[in-house]
């Protein structure tokens, strides 16, 4: 059983930063596709971001409109773990943060936006952006 712990989260003021960590245990992390998902209160789960696995040709990532230029996703299969940089944070990203993991062998080398394509998600973590 593949098992996603998000840590990080907390308050920060507007403008400010906070860097999000997600560590799979079990499985093999290299090979799945991997995102982030946001939820506020009252609102529907949302896309942030992913990342594809490592391949011939690279890395991808993918971004909501919402955050792009803001946000960066990142990866280390060293240590099972993918990352959510995130700068000139606003009060409208305050929501619970989840991590996820898509398995599938035509999800992982793409850079997923459905919630429906990963199969494994953690428990979350608060990001609250607050003067």
């Known amino acids: 059983q593949v098992h996603l712990g998000e840590s990080g989260g907390g308050l920060v003021q507007p403008g400010g930063s906070l860097r999000l960590s997600c560590v799979v245990s079990?499985?093999?992390?290299?090979?799945?596709?991997m995102g982030w998902f946001r939820q506020a209160s009252g609102e529907e789960r949302e896309f942030v971001a992913s990342?594809?696995?490592?391949?011939?040709?690279?890395?991808?990532?993918a971004y909501a409109d919402s955050v792009k230029g803001r946000f960066t996703i990142s990866r280390d299969n060293a240590k099972n773990t993918v990352y959510l940089q995130m700068n000139s944070l606003k009060a409208e990203d305050t929501a619970v943060y989840y991590c996820?993991?898509?398995?599938?062998?035509?999800?992982?080398?793409?850079?997923?936006?459905?919630?429906?394509?990963?199969?494994?998600w953690g428990q979350g973590t608060q990001v609250t952006v607050s003067s």
């Open positions: 079990e499985g093999t992390f290299r090979s799945y596709a």
């Open positions: 990342v594809s696995t490592t391949s011939w040709s690279g890395i991808s990532s």
């Open positions: 996820a993991a898509a398995t599938s062998s035509r999800a992982r080398t793409s850079t997923p936006r459905a919630a429906g394509e990963y199969d494994y």
